[in-house]
């Protein structure tokens, strides 16, 4: 039976439902673990260092394809440890940008994968969290500064935050301690809030992030649904098990003989708005009604 290869920047407890999507992907097209494939894990856990040796250790196994799951800092680990065996990544953000592919039309080696739209993403949080904080001038913005891409993710805040006439003050935290630091540093910094991108040490520790928030009394906005879920104020983005889902069928088709460079890097194509009124009310917010109108989720 062919091996897959699965390289995750994140930790395992916490991608259980990412897992499953990827589970799903592969058997919509008629691969099950198990049954006609095996899947070998190797789980980073948020320290990025570790992601080069993982990756090694997979392309030693010789696996058939070698998914990256978490971000630049996967794929990127992934692509420096191979130029032979076909990778699928999974919510990448520019992966132009970032020097993963050529372009997305035409990827190009052998890699190819699902990408997300950081930008948009980011400069949507801004006004979200504006609407729901019309008097903050100053918004707060948590970077990974050991994230390769960690420019890409907090450029397009700041430009659409200047367009609104708020300034950014982006917040740096790698590690456990410095999250605990990071979610100080709003009141420090006099900001209103606080946006949290999809990042995946950020990810990792979905569950402490929104525990601060709260006891630090800090509004926030988040990428991925799971934080609201999980008692985030508010998010905003594409479904990261959607991504999951189809980078399995990616995986699918490179085993039935399809090839990485001709497979274009797919876009997500549905953006979820979800509101947890409940946090917003311990909060002390007053939710505008046209933004409860406009979400796809709404948390009570």
């Known amino acids: 039976m062919p091996v897959i290869g699965f390289l995750s920047s994140r930790s395992p407890g916490e991608s259980a439902g990412l897992v499953a999507a990827f589970r799903q992907g592969l058997g919509e097209s008629g691969f099950f673990e198990g049954q006609n494939l095996v899947i070998a894990f190797r789980w980073a856990e948020g320290r990025y260092d570790r992601l080069p040796a ?52 035409r990827p190009g080696g052998n890699i190819t994968g699902m990408s997300t739209l950081t930008a948009e993403i980011a400069a949507k949080s801004v006004e979200l969290l504006k609407e729901l904080v019309p008097g903050a001038a100053v918004i707060a913005y948590l970077v990974n ?51 949290v991108p999809g990042e995946p040490f950020f990810d990792s520790q979905r569950d402490r992030i929104v525990a601060l928030a709260a006891r630090n009394a800090v509004p926030a906005i988040y990428t991925f649904r799971e934080y609201a879920v999980a008692g985030g104020l508010m998010s905003y983005g594409p479904s990261l098990r959607d991504s999951y889902r189809r980078a399995g069928t990616y995986v699918a088709r490179i085993l039935r003989g399809e090839k ?34 406009l979400a796809d989720e709404v948390i009570e």
Do not use: C, W
């Not at 708020?166 to 540093?185: G, M, P, Q, R």
């Open 260 to 293: 990485p460079a001709d497979l274009p890097v797919q876009r997500p194509t549905k953006f979820d708005l979800v509101i947890n009124l409940k946090t917003a009310k311990s909060l002390g917010l007053n939710v505008p009604d046209k933004l409860p109108a």
């Open 54 to 105: 993982l990756a090694a250790d997979l392309v030693d196994l010789r696996v058939a394809v070698l998914f990256s799951a978490g971000g630049p800092p996967a794929a990127i680990a992934a692509k420096a440890a191979t130029s032979t065996i076909p990778v699928v990544f999974s919510a990448v953000n520019d992966a132009v940008e970032v020097g993963l592919v050529a372009s997305l039309n």
């Open 145 to 195: 500064p050991s994230n390769p891409a960690v420019r890409i993710y907090s450029m397009p805040a700041v430009t659409a935050a200047s367009a609104l006439g708020i300034a950014v003050s982006v917040v740096n935290a790698s590690t456990e301690h410095e999250l605990d630091e990071a979610f100080a540093s709003p009141a420090k910094l006099g900001a209103g809030g606080l946006v």
